[in-house]
């Protein structure tokens, strides 16, 4: 007897109880070699592969101290920006895809984006809550990886333990909304996958952020593409 996915189903889950079973339901899919499909990659409306120039410039709001966001051959390197993120100023659509090549320069891992947050906000304290979807690699000591609705250590958080960041070794991340269902890429392979009952939208739920804690990482470019029709005047020219 064997597994078929198929789209149609002959019952209907409540979304909190649908959400629930989403980490054993990925896990058997998994294990049966039925993943959910990559999204389509399509030429991006918007990419920056830091190239030709010292300095992020005047498409990015940076909130950390001079040098902590510094282009190094052709790779934003960045180092210990305790949780003051350089958001992207142009807002992006609340279904988008996302792409980013990001390595660690620290055996601590340590890597880290924002998205859909306020395109302002930094920590104020030692303590922080993101306004936007949290996607860490590598976080707390190279022994977590995590997708996180605002709150990092919040109790709805998706975590695994499992994987590890390399030293020096690139990791494609890959991010795909659509409406609520959040999912996490690293290297092709769905690490997480978050369905989200109050999806952030909004003005305030628009924008794209780099980001860490301690350690050094390089980023060597950023991609992104519509994943659909969105409410910001900005996305037919943005291209995540």
Sequence with gaps: MGLHCDQKSAFSLSLPVLAAWIPTMLVLLQLAGCSPKLPERKPPLFQDNFDGRTELGPSWRVTAPPGVYRIEGGELVVKGAHNHPAWLTQPIPDDAVIEVDVRSLSPDGDMKV??????????????YTSTGYVFIHGGWHNTTTALCRMEEHGHDRKVRQDLRVLQGQKYHFMIARKGGVIRFYIDDKLVHELIDPAPLSGPDHAYFAFDNSFNACRIESLSGKSAGKSRHAAAASFSL
């Design 114 to 127: 924002e998205i859909w947050g306020d395109g302002k906000s930094a920590a104020q304290s030692v303590e």
